[in-house]
């Protein structure tokens, strides 16, 4: 009888303890986030983005946008954690070539291009005609002033691609 007296007595209480937990449309923050990111406010766009849960579907995309909105802040070394993370993923998604474009250009802008042509290789070996990969490579390895591998990368990306 005691148990049950406790338990009539503190139940309301609990209604009140739970934590107000708003719902979030992730496609809703998403398009906020690229809104914020669009007009170049960087930093209100990735507090945007953060607010999709790890448990989304959509939570790879939020990653994806936050490592671009850092790459615009110069904040190379957070958005390359993010991208080398979305590529140890164990999830699918359907932009992962845009990940090592990303990756490798953001090693570029942060003066690694050792790794950019690491990262731009590695993604060929799973796009091989992806003209953007090629392309981005070829820059890089023009920057180094290897010529010969530019100018072979720009023709491969122009044969995948001849729009480019």
């Known amino acids: 009888m005691k148990k049950l007296l406790i338990l009539i007595i503190f139940s309301p209480l609990t209604f009140f303890a ?33 607010k999709i849960n790890i448990n989304d579907t959509a939570y790879a995309l939020a990653q994806y946008e936050i490592a671009l909105s850092n790459m615009e802040l110069e904040n190379y ?18 932009f992962k070539q845009k990940v090592y474009l990303t990756l490798g250009n953001c090693y570029d802008m942060d003066k ?21 990969l090629l392309y981005n490579r070829g820059i890089t390895y023009a920057n180094q002033k290897k010529y010969k591998e530019a100018i072979s990368d720009y023709m491969q990306a122009v044969q995948s691609n001849v729009y480019h």
Do not use: C, W
């Not at 070394?77 to 359907?94: H, S, V, W």
């Not at 690491?118 to 953007?132: A, C, D, F, S």
């Open 18 to 50: 739970q934590k107000n937990i708003s719902r979030v449309v992730a496609r809703d923050v998403i398009n906020r986030g690229i809104e914020l990111h669009d007009n170049k406010k960087y930093a209100e766009a990735i507090e945007e983005y953060e």
């Open 77 to 94: 070394k957070e958005a390359t954690q993010i991208l080398n993370d979305l590529l140890d993923y164990k999830i699918r998604f359907n």
């Open 112 to 132: 690694k291009p050792e790794e950019a042509i690491r990262v731009y290789t590695e993604g060929l070996k799973m796009y091989p005609y992806q003209h953007n």
